[in-house]
């Protein structure tokens, strides 16, 4: 089956520790897209990839890093730098946009953080 | 004013009833437009890409008014299973940029 893949599904960490979640899809996209969403908001963009190798900050990068060093994974690290981690963290896929058509995004299942 | 802006919500209707919702957006240069449900504490879904001319599938049917940067989600003969909250996502460039999402909650 393809699709996007997240783990873990619920993780708690310390205050004060980095974490790694992940994200691996098998659609064959090109980007992927790391989101946070709080209870009763929407959706917030912290890093997006196009390609492998290459990254971009979105809207709330502090506090978080990612890597793409493959085309099907695209890790998101919370560093202890991140004021406040507990959310849910959405993790997308779409083919490059841009087109006028198919290019939709997808999400994995998320993972929830919660500082403890 | 937000990029993305969609009724506040939310919606309590009764089964069968027909609802709408409403959406805008800012930037004129936007290119593809779309709806997406989300149930509670799952991933949104991809309802339906809305295209030029208005689109439908099955109960459901999307609108698009470039002139006026408006989008449109009609359902008809709600189901209970309709209960979500409906995030509006518009593209333009490589970003997306989602609405705050409005809930419905069908009653039996």
């Known amino acids: 089956d393809g699709g996007i893949t997240q783990s873990p599904k619920y993780l708690f960490r310390k205050e004060g520790q980095n974490v790694t979640l992940s994200c691996e899809q098998n659609l064959n996209h090109d980007a992927m897209y790391w989101y946070r969403q709080d209870p009763g908001q929407g959706l917030r963009l912290i890093y997006y990839?196009?390609?492998?190798?290459?990254?971009q900050k979105g809207d709330i990068a502090e506090g978080y890093s990612v890597s793409r060093e493959k085309k099907e994974s695209f890790p998101l690290t919370v560093t202890s730098a991140q004021k406040n981690p507990t959310a849910f963290y959405l993790c997308a896929s779409s083919i490059v946009p841009g087109l006028s058509y198919g290019n939709e995004q997808f999400f994995g299942p998320g993972t929830r953080l919660t500082v403890l | 004013r937000k990029e993305v802006e969609q009724d506040p919500g939310p919606f309590n209707v009764p089964e069968g009833a027909t609802v709408a919702f409403n959406c805008t957006y800012s930037n004129s240069a936007s290119q593809s437009f779309f709806w997406y449900r989300q149930d509670c504490r799952k991933e949104p879904k991809l309802l339906m890409s809305?295209?030029?001319s208005g689109n439908e599938d099955g109960r459901f049917t999307a609108q698009l008014n470039r002139a006026s940067q408006y989008i449109s989600l009609l359902i008809r003969d709600s189901k209970l299973s309709d209960s979500a909250t409906y995030l509006c996502v518009v593209l333009y460039g490589q970003n997306f940029v989602f609405g705050p999402g409005t809930r419905l909650s069908v009653l039996p």
């Open positions: 809305v295209y030029s």
């Open positions: 990839s196009q390609i492998v190798n290459d990254f």
